[in-house]
């Protein structure tokens, strides 16, 4: 492994050059290294980091984390929380809990768990600077690519190139490489906004010190909490439908922007919005499932191949399911990176268009009014355990790994 700052070429040829060293920039980069490849990350920020809040992991996310080799350093960052509860923001009533513990973990192979995003990126990451095939960059923005029948030129700070065999546009929601390849425009924006803070466990409101996933439902917003880091902090993610235009990405914002869209919360969750003294604002955006997403020598991972809202808590877990599929087309056709893409693509791409479009739902579901709400009650609160898992197999149980060694249908 080679780490460099400020770089606008290299005179190697690359296998694969990565576009992005976010969670999926780096995961494709590792999956593809432990297949053999020789891998090039270009991220376009000072350091290779993710921004200091949670995320969920679903055992799917596990069953990949463990295909890269990082799966044991994953979990020692990791909280095992024991349910996913779901309460009504307006009585304080619980609408369900979905238990989370022996049986879900027996019946999906592994658990369900929450993570300092920081920790899961270091993980990653660490796999990356101990593989000997994988070259990092950092000021290195990709700025657009040439392709020819034998490679690909990466364009890089508007000066330099790579050179490689593949291009993959790991480079989030605004990708350049989509904007190249696809020419689709901007992001839709949801108009639904977030605002996170992370408390300090002292912070947490004693009566909410749960070691649970928790989400209070109410009209038009949802209050998340979780624990992290062995219980010294707790996540929260507060949402509502602010009916933005313009997309936002971790800005700060005072409680006085936040607290006007919460008055209707009952008492509890009220509490906790009110307690951090400063918020950062998402405003969210998806797209919708893309057709394509490869192109000869490029193709798109991640983010910048379907972005989605965050209400299935997903986004991070498709690009980490992405990467073993990627790496392993590559190694079941090393002798035509181009037919590799299309395999991977045609592996991935209904996966994730169900995961952009049901995670639209499940915005609706979270945020229910009058008769929607009650029904919602309803179902939940008659779903036996094994009912909550048989409806979320097609989520957990998906193993990425034996789907993608099965091999995706060849390309026609
Ligand atoms: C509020 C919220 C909560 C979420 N919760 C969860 C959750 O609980 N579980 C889950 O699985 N997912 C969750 N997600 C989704 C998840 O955060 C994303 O899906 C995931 O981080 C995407 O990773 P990525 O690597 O594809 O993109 P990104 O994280 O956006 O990384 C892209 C990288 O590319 C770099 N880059 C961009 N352009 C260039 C360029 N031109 N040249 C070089 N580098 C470039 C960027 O600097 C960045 O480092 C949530 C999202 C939100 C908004």
Redesign the pocket.
């Known amino acids: 492994m080679t780490e460099q700052r400020v770089v606008s070429d290299s005179s190697q040829t690359y296998d694969f050059v990565v ?9 494709c980069a590792l999956a593809l290294a432990r297949k053999g490849f020789r891998v090039a990350v ?4 000072r350091e ?3 921004f200091g ?6 055992p799917n ?1 596990f069953t990949a984390l463990d295909y890269l080799g990082v799966g044991e350093s994953a979990r020692d960052g990791a909280v095992f929380i024991d349910h996913l509860i779901f309460m009504d923001s307006l009585d304080g009533e619980q609408i369900g809990s979905i238990d989370i513990g022996e049986d879900f973990r027996h019946q999906f192979g592994n658990p369900y768990a ?1 993570i300092h ?1 920081g920790d899961l990126h270091r993980s990653i990451l660490d796999g990356c600077r101990e593989a000997d095939n994988v070259d990092l960059f950092t000021q ?4 657009g690519f040439e392709q020819t029948d034998t490679d690909i030129r990466v364009g ?1 700070n508007g000066a330099g190139a790579f050179r490689a065999r593949a291009l993959i546009g ?8 989509r904007a190249q390849l696809l020419g689709d425009g901007e992001p839709r924006v949801s108009g639904h906004v ?1 605002y ?1 803070a992370v408390l300090p466990l002292e912070q947490m409101p004693e009566e909410l010190r749960w070691n649970d996933m928790t989400i209070w439902c109410g009209p038009g917003t949802h209050v998340v909490h979780y624990p992290l880091r062995g219980w010294e902090l707790f996540n929260l ?1 507060v ?1 509502c439908h602010a009916h933005a235009t313009v997309e936002a ?1 971790n800005e700060p914002a005072t409680p006085e922007e936040v607290l006007p869209w919460f008055t209707e919360l009952c008492d509890k969750p009220m509490a906790l919005v009110r307690t951090p003294s400063e918020y950062r604002r ?1 405003v ?1 955006c998806d797209r919708p499932p893309a057709e394509q997403w490869t192109d000869g020598r490029v193709a798109l ?5 379907h ?4 209400y ?9 399911e ?1 990467s073993v599929s990627l790496a392993e087309a590559a190694a079941q056709r090393r002798d035509d990176v181009a037919a590799a893409l299309v395999i991977y693509e045609l592996d991935r791409m209904q996966r994730t268009a169900d995961l952009q479009l049901g995670s639209r739902m499940m915005g609706r579901f979270y945020h229910a009014t009058g008769a929607e709400r009650r029904v919602r009650k309803e179902i939940m609160g008659a779903m036996s355990q094994a009912e909550f898992r048989d409806h979320l197999a097609w989520l957990y149980g998906h193993d990425v790994c034996r789907v993608a060694r099965q091999g995706a249908p060849e390309p026609s």
């Open positions: 576009a992005g060293g976010g969670i999926g920039g780096l995961s270009l991220e376009r920020a290779f980091a993710e809040a949670g995320i969920q992991l679903g996310a929450v995003r290195a923005l990709v700025t890089v790991a480079d989030g929601l605004r990708s350049t490489i977030t996170r993610v949402t990405h998402w969210l991972l991640g983010d910048a191949a972005p989605m809202l965050q299935f808590a997903q986004g991070a877990c498709m690009a980490l992405d």
